[in-house]
């Protein structure tokens, strides 16, 4: 017997709607380790290997992310 259908998947699945380069002349930026956007896809906070803690707001058009404006960044 052969059965064959959709595969339930119970975890998240991540999709690319939009590849933005964010660049700063800063010497402390990068070499960023961990994100977290905040639910409503609004504001994201980054943190760079060297333990900086940078956070900003997601410009977004029609609900597509077109670029990150810094809001702050702490040692």
Known sequence: MICAGHVARAEPVLELTANVIWERKEPWFGGFSGIEVDAQG?????????GRLVTTRMIRDDGRLEGLQLVTQTP
């Open 42 to 50: 609004r504001s994201m906070t980054v943190i760079s290997d060297r």
